[in-house]
């Protein structure tokens, strides 16, 4: 046995999934191509025991592993629950205040009960000290180090446990920021110590210090929480390398994810966009909604033209109360609907989420100690769920604590029968999670109804057909093993680095040579941070873009340009360029006036090898008789339907079901409504037409 595993070792690659519920794993043999899943019940007190659980599951063991790749959502959760580390900022002497004042933006203006962010850092501990950079990188003021000594001392006195850095115009010129942070860890060897030029080099000195901030705040959280992954895979026997998926849905190592934590925030989800991208570029797809559904939350991203679509900036909590963020990421709207989401009565009204039954205690009808209504409960009263077939039959779910927790908390108080109630959650958590679709579509300039809806997550394919029907979408796509689909998602991550330097020039005086230099710069950092892991990619992959803007703007567009336009230097591809895409994305352009570039940006990227997209076997447009399990009532809009139960692990390419029907399979069912019609691929992907309704 000892051998075989030493024997396997090469090619074994892990991914592991945490989410509020429940934690997913993939594990892919690189030597015979061959995947196998596992999903166990998330511990949140202990989060390494759900890996290791589904690890178990899924067959393997990190012993057998080279390569262990990791998403969460602790960085993230950290930031919302509030529940980071006791942090202080050190900024610029006259600058304390740029991180509460922010943008000043009021988005409801006739909103008497509205509130503006609340910083992770209160005023008492915002430092300030004298030193002074101007905008071209030219030193006003040196920095008194002295006085940072005795800040750092005064910091350890405080119990602060982290710090962040931040001095006005750094982005040019860093010497004063990394002075100041070896300075203050030198004073504090246990403190986390964070500078905002490691993180960002863009201007905007509001969005770098809340960048900065952020990264002080989860530090110690994140970095404790990694080293206890490291730790327990290396002494179960782990010596490859441990991955952090990014925002971005690349893979950086996990010594960087320690300092540059923020990296991580949409870690989970945005593995998920990138198994969405994977399976458009294997169907031939070029657009496609990526709509994540779990047990705490819904999330969306977009695929379009082919890749996923990313931004510079993001906002955590919401636009209204939002603390920016200035990092590359996915660009990924968010409800707090997910199957683990309590329903309620408020004022006489139904209401659900955003507080969440989570894994423990977890819906009613777990058996686990729960009491709260929750979609999941709902869903098994109206009989879309199958009480003894939850996780394959492994979780027996129970119907009379579903039932009572409705009956007692929504339907009596509403007056409602208890089908009614379960009926109003999903009506109300599908138009819920289609704000999630619009956020990344119709808020974009983007018609979601031009776009297929790829659904996963263990609820997604439970809600994807209510979903696309209240927006307009015509199809929907099932994937292979969605329950797991996030974990799946990393096997097709690559290393990947972004980086970007601010330098406003106008188009027209724009010299190639400089930029050809800065893009040169970013690249050989990114090439070097590729050659710093244990991994060594098939091959590297740079991508260029650039922020850019018409003269007179204020806020600039990201865009994606190829290499040629630069091996050309030709500026009238680049202005075509952009006049395109602010045509999209505001649905005006001006190809007559002006444009300037504000940014630079790339991305390089280490290509790792992808597991085989294999096709299934091919049959008839029936499905065989193995494939139907039988029937179960269910109800759809009006009544309860005498519904067909398929089995999808027995299904064929080419197999054709008409609405209402049931596809079950380990970790998620799907739902066809009457009037649609499913047809599977030569993938086993379940293509679903949406009816009328």
Known sequence: MAGDKRRSRPSIRLAADIGGTFTDIAVFDEASGQLTFGKALSTPHHLVEGISAGIAKAGSDYASAKLFLHGSTVAINTILERTGAKTALVTTEGFRDIYEIGRINRPDAYNLYFKKHVPLVERALRFEVKERILSDGEVERPLDSDEVAALAAKLGELGIEATAVLFLNCYRNAAHEARARDIIQSKNPGMFVSASHELSQEYREFERTSTVVANAYIGPRVKTYIGEIEQHAKNAGFDGSLLIVQSTGGLYDATQAKEQC??????????????????????????????????????????????????????????????????????????????????????????????????????ACYGLGGTEPTVTDANLVLGRLGADRFLGGEMQLDIEAAETALRDKIAKPLGLSVTQAADGILRIAATAMSYAVKGVTTERGLDAGDFA?????????????????????????????????????????????????????????????????????????????????????????????????????????????????????????????????????????????????????????????????????????????????????????????????????????????????????????????????????????????IGSR
């Not at 969306?300 to 939002?322: P, W």
């Not at 996030?486 to 188009?507: E, I, K, N, P, W």
């Not at 070097?528 to 244990?534: E, L, N, Q, S, Y």
């Not at 049959?619 to 065989?624: E, F, N, S, V």
Request: with cysteine; aromatic share 6%.
């Open 262 to 363: 923020v990296r991580m925030l949409e870690s989970g989800p945005a593995a998920g966009v990138i198994g969405t991208q994977a399976l458009c570029h294997t169907i031939g797809r070029d657009r496609a909604i990526a709509f994540d559904m779990g047990g705490t939350t819904a999330k969306a991203g977009v695929i379009s033209s082919g890749e996923a679509l990313t931004t510079g900036q993001a906002l955590l909590g919401g636009y209204d109360q939002a603390l920016p963020v200035q990092i590359a990421m996915m660009d990924i709207f968010e409800v707090g609907t997910g199957g683990g989401s309590i329903a309620r009565v408020e004022q006489g009204s139904l209401r659900v989420g955003p507080r969440s039954a989570g894994a423990q205690p977890g819906p």
């Open 453 to 689: 809806l790829c659904a996963y997550g263990g609820a997604g394919p439970l809600h994807a057909a209510a979903i696309a029907r209240e927006i307009g979408i015509r199809e929907v796509i099932i994937p292979f093993a969605p329950g797991v689909f996030s974990a799946f998602g990393m096997l097709f991550s690559d290393l990947r680095y972004d980086f970007v330097r601010t330098g406003l020039t106008r188009l027209e005086d724009a010299s190639f040579a400089d930029i050809e230099r800065v893009y040169g710069e970013l690249e050989d950092q990114g090439r070097a941070a590729i050659a710093a892991t244990r991994v060594a990619p098939q091959k590297t992959v740079v991508k260029r873009a650039a922020d850019m803007r018409y003269v007179g703007q204020e806020h600039p567009v990201t865009v994606d340009l190829p290499l040629r336009v630069f091996q050309k230097q030709d500026r009238a591809a680049i202005k075509r360029h952009f006049d395109e895409l602010h045509l999209v994305r505001y649905g005006t352009s001006a190809p007559q006036e002006p444009a300037e570039i504000v940014s630079l940006r790339t991305t390089v990227t280490g290509v790792m090898r992808k597991p085989p997209q294999e096709k299934i076997k091919r049959g008839g447009a029936a499905p065989p008789r193995a494939g139907l399990t039988g029937k179960r009532k269910a109800f759809f809009g009006k009544a309860f339907v005498a519904t067909p139960t398929y089995r999808r692990a027995e299904l064929l390419a080419g197999n054709r079901i008409a609405g209402p029907a049931l596809i079950e399979e380990h970790a998620s069912t799907t739902v066809l409504w009457p009037g649609d019609r499913l047809t599977v691929d030569p993938y086993g992907n379940l293509i679903i037409s």
